[in-house]
């Protein structure tokens, strides 16, 4: 069952107990997110990891994100989740180039195996691991 555990005018975070998963899906009004708004989500994002912890995986849909995150906020946010983070993590990317960039390059100061999609399903079927093979 999945279950609304946060949601603001940018992100709602839900918990799917049946697969264990963590689900953050950004909304379109990330383009007038600051950078202290931002650091609010996060934290929300990183309270409902502490509250599931340990979890399987995280789904992270980017689609609607349009926030560019600077280098010190990408360093900061990794340090506020990475001691919470599941094995596996499944990003849905941005749409908008600059905002998918600042989000690859905070993962990659994460621990956890992380792959991009271009949409939902796929990325459930590999947090799944129901993938198809190449």
């Given at each position: 069952?999945?279950?609304?555990?946060?949601?603001?005018?940018?992100?709602?975070?839900?918990?799917?107990s049946?697969?264990?998963?963590?689900?953050?899906?950004?909304?379109?009004?990330?383009?007038?997110?600051?950078?202290?708004?931002?650091?609010?989500?996060i934290?929300?994002?990183?309270?409902?990891?502490?509250?599931?912890?340990?979890?399987?995986?995280?789904l992270?849909l980017?689609?609607?994100?349009?926030?560019?995150?600077?280098?010190?906020?990408q360093e900061w946010?990794?340090?506020q989740l990475?001691?919470?983070l599941?094995?596996k993590?499944?990003?849905?990317?941005?749409?908008?180039?600059?905002?998918?960039?600042?989000?690859?390059?905070t993962?990659?100061?994460?621990?956890?195996?992380?792959k991009?999609?271009?949409?939902?399903?796929?990325?459930?079927?590999?947090?799944?691991?129901?993938?198809?093979?190449?």
């Amino acid at each position: 069952m999945v279950e609304l555990e946060y949601k603001s005018e940018f992100l709602e975070v839900s918990y799917d107990s049946e697969n264990s998963w963590v689900i953050s899906r950004w909304k379109p009004n990330t383009l007038h997110l600051t950078i202290d708004q931002y650091k609010e989500e996060i934290l929300a994002v990183r309270q409902v990891f502490i509250n599931h912890y340990p979890f399987a995986c995280n789904l992270s849909l980017n689609q609607d994100f349009h926030f560019v995150i600077d280098p010190a906020t990408q360093e900061w946010m990794a340090q506020q989740l990475n001691d919470y983070l599941p094995p596996k993590s499944a990003v849905v990317v941005a749409a908008e180039f600059v905002a998918q960039l600042s989000i690859e390059q905070t993962v990659q100061d994460m621990e956890t195996a992380v792959k991009y999609f271009d949409n939902e399903p796929e990325a459930r079927e590999w947090l799944l691991g129901k993938e198809k093979a190449s």
